[in-house]
């Protein structure tokens, strides 16, 4: 080796990198979960709507009383609201980040050290073993048998052999072997850095919820525009002077705006970040929590999702001779032991007998099984005990017998010299002879069972998909009471055929020797028939499957790779966890919808009120100040609690048509009962508009509050607490007269009054019924 290579083969030196990190050549990227302070202010601050609130606002200060401004305080409470609780999920996020996030390994000063992703510089030596990600571009310098996946990056399914020399991209992962290798592009320059530049960190491929909002706010903003002029030239028309033409129709629009709509969507999910991260569950895509909570098919892998990720040896059964010293030198031969061979080594209590090794294969999910050639000792394999024992051999059965009771079975053989030189080609199966079966026990969860009862309870089909012997994996299952685990399918005799494999994955429920490829058919299959499906899993071979799944969840101690691809990552490594999730998911989808209905419901009513004024040519029968009350207390402060309380209902599809299958008949009832009864007290010449707008208040109030109340169903103690709270504090503003006189409400005219509250109670009756029928019709 000439002191070049020996120099480079030590990595940096402490001054090399120190001078990289003053010259800015580090990786230091944004994480994915988290945008800056200054981008949180400028998304809930320059919005369009308060924009329009603030214009709003201004006019009415030149032309109006300032208490007719008080709803532009909307601006401030929902932007400082939205900041605080934004700012909340920051710092969770960020905190669980650098907790979950996977260290590097690379060699300074002839040492391998670990640190976080942003500390690597220019020129590291980076440290590679399988299940690693790749988080910067280099050339590979070192190779033992390394494969690299880049379907993430290429679509190509093959892993693909490295040698010094070729090219490694940040976002591939290791699948077999290590190696190591010289960054070089860094930060923004790394490939995967400039592919997250480009892609919105904040979104799922599918979320009915903000896609149905997003519908909802353009249709708003469509009607707005002539709604508003329309008002505007009906107002300077009827009303006595420019400045009450002004202030009236500062009032119809301002209402029409569904200025909250967006702020407790954003509150929703932020306080479910929040929630979450109590439970040590990192949410990487903010909408994660959405996704679960739509999920009907769960699809798990057994090793680290029912069963801890560790296992012991149990008892090793000699075929032929000793081999606890081949063992041995199998352990030692390995520089980056799985999970099993870690176990081996752990459980084995013989020395490393020194031999030297000739050549190795390490392990592959694909091939199942690694070995090594030692000189003068000959070429071993130890891998699954049936992909290395045929169909006829007769310690096949001793295998399965021991795989039936939930136990781990592994095969060592002896294979010829040589046979290493093509692995990929190897038949091992065919030419080998059996030395011993290596027992391994795994260590179930405790808290698994129960998860699994929910998830039933709840109607969400589990799917246990593992690489592992379909017979050991079903009787993992039947210990834990999964359905359908008494018939196990092994994945080998799986149909290409999207369909047909997706008629097999109906009618079953544990899959053995299942191939990473085939995890990833498994869950478009399952799509293919309208299922939204979550994948969990913690090793290499579960990283594509999660990646095209509705949802990816990621044990906290899994492969870097698999977290660096799931939305949600489970750090306390608990299974447990995850009804917690679906739970969270629930909440916010329900507590939405009800969030929506109401905020629509007043969108809808104030068009109508609008329409109606422009068409009729009348005063509008509200100032700003009553809009901001009845709004208040009839949306504003109960939206907030509904949008935070509990919430269990299943999720289901229809977000869009549901909200406007109430809200629209909802508004309609409000807008036409209100002015229906303003109409009326507009006949009697004697009363004041001041009166003739309380009459209208009370009748708009008392719909709003019928509104609520329906919204509110299913009743409880707090629900039903909100709603008379509500009410309890507008008859409190009736009866306080400085509070009475603040708002400009005059109830003088008992008939007009009474005459509008009987109109307003009919439009609720009315709405009642509809909105039965509706749900009648529906079930149907």
Same mark, same amino acid.
Request: proline share 4%; aromatic share 6%; hydrophobic share 50%.
């Given at each position: ?251 119809? =629009? *301002?209402?029409? $705006? +569904? ?6 969507? %954003?509150? !929703?999910?932020?306080? @479910? ?83 030297? =090794? *000739?050549?190795? $294969? +390490? ?6 099984? %690694?070995? !090594?050639?030692?000189? @003068? ?404």
């Amino acid at each position: 080796m000439t002191d070049v290579q020996a120099a480079a083969a030590r990595g940096l030196t402490a001054a090399e990198v120190r001078e990289r990190v003053a010259a800015g050549q580090t990786n230091d990227v944004p994480r994915r979960t988290s945008r800056s302070a200054a981008d949180i202010v400028r998304a809930n601050v320059l919005t369009r709507f308060n924009a329009l609130i603030g214009s709003l606002w201004v006019l009415v200060m030149i032309f109006g009383a300032w208490q007719d401004g008080l709803f532009g305080g909307i601006i401030v409470a929902n932007a400082a609201i939205g900041v605080i609780q934004e700012l909340r999920a920051k710092r969770t996020l960020d905190r669980l980040a650098v907790v979950g996030e996977t260290p590097v390994r690379v060699r300074r000063d002839g040492e391998v050290r670990e640190l976080e992703q942003r500390e690597v510089v220019l020129g590291d030596l980076v440290v590679l073993g399988t299940g690693d990600k790749i988080v910067v571009d280099g050339a590979v310098t070192g190779s033992q048998g390394l494969e690299v996946d880049e379907s993430l990056l290429t679509g190509e399914a093959d892993p693909v052999h490295k040698r010094p020399g070729d090219a490694v991209q940040s976002g591939s992962f290791v699948v077999a072997g290590n190696g190591t290798f010289t960054a070089e592009k860094v930060g923004g320059d790394a490939y995967a850095a400039r592919l997250v530049e480009e892609a919105s960190r904040f979104s799922l491929t599918h979320s009915e919820l903000m896609t149905g909002i997003n519908v909802f706010l353009k249709y708003v903003t469509w009607l707005i525009v002539p709604t508003a002029i329309l008002l505007f030239v009906s107002q300077v028309t009827s009303s006595e002077s420019f400045a009450e033409a002004v202030v009236g129709a500062v009032a119809g =629009v *301002a209402t029409m $705006v +569904p200025e909250g709509l967006v702020l407790m969507t %954003s509150i !929703a999910f932020a306080v @479910g970040v929040v929630r979450l991260g109590r439970r040590q569950a990192l949410v990487q895509e903010l909408p994660a929590i959405e996704g679960l909570a739509r999920v009907d098919v769960l699809c798990v892998d057994k090793t680290g999702t029912l069963t801890e990720p560790g296992m012991d040896l149990d008892e090793i059964v000699e075929l032929g001779g000793p081999v606890r010293p081949v063992l041995a030198a199998l352990v030692a031969a390995d520089p980056d032991p799985n999970p099993t061979m870690a176990a081996v080594k752990e459980g084995l209590e013989d020395p490393d007998p020194g031999w030297k =090794v *000739a050549a190795a $294969v +390490p392990f592959s999910s694909a091939r199942k099984w %690694s070995g !090594a050639e030692f000189a @003068g000792e000959g070429a071993w394999v130890i891998g699954a005990a049936d992909m290395l024992l045929g169909r006829d051999d007769p310690h096949r059965l001793r295998a399965e017998e021991l795989g039936s009771t939930g136990l781990r079975v592994l095969c060592l053989a002896r294979v010829p010299d040589g046979a290493f030189a093509d692995p990929d080609s190897l038949d091992v199966a065919a030419d080998n002879e059996a030395a011993a079966l290596v027992v391994l026990r795994q260590r179930l969860r405790p808290e698994t069972s129960d998860t699994l009862r929910y998830f039933e309870e709840q109607g969400v089909a589990v799917k246990v998909i593992s690489g592992d012997n379909p017979v050991s994996v079903g009787a993992i299952a039947r210990s834990l009471d999964l359905p359908g685990a008494d018939h196990p399918v092994d994945a080998r005799t799986l149909p290409d055929d999207v369909e047909e494999m997706a008629e097999v994955m109906e009618g079953n429920s544990v899959f053995g020797r299942v191939s990473p490829q085939q995890k990833r058919a498994m869950v478009k299959a399952l799509q293919s028939r309208g299922h939204t499906v979550a994948m969990t899993g913690d090793g290499v071979n579960d990283v594509l499957a999660l990646k095209d799944a509705d949802l990816g969840v990621s044990m906290g101690s899994g492969s870097g790779a698999t977290r660096a691809v799931a939305q949600i990552v489970l750090l306390d490594n608990s299974f447990a966890t995850l009804p917690f999730v679906v739970a969270e998911g629930r909440r916010v989808l329900g507590n939405i919808e009800r969030v929506a209905n109401l905020f629509l419901t007043k969108t809808v009513y104030s068009i109508i009120l609008a329409l109606l004024v422009g068409l009729i040519h009348v005063r509008f029968p509200f100032l700003p100040r009553h809009l901001t009350l009845i709004s208040a207390l009839t949306i504003g402060i109960p939206a907030f609690f509904l949008a935070l309380a509990p919430n269990l209902e299943r999720a289901r599809s229809g977000f869009v048509s549901r909200v406007l299958r109430f809200a629209v008949p909802a508004g309609i009832a409000c807008g036409v009962a209100t002015f229906a009864g303003y109409l009326l007290a507009r006949e009697n010449r004697a009363s004041l508009f001041e009166e003739d707008s309380s009459t209208a208040t009370l009748a708009l109030f008392f719909l709003a509050v019928w509104v609520l109340a329906l919204i509110a169903r299913p009743y409880n103690w707090w629900r039903l607490g909100l709603v008379l709270a509500m009410a309890g504090a507008f008859l409190v503003v009736l009866a306080v007269p400085w509070t009475r006189e603040f708002f400009a409400l005059r109830p003088d005219n008992l008939h007009n009054d009474l005459t509008a509250l009987v109109i307003a109670a009919v439009g609720g009756v009315l709405l009642t019924l509809v909105l039965r029928w509706d749900h009648w019709s529906s079930r149907r």
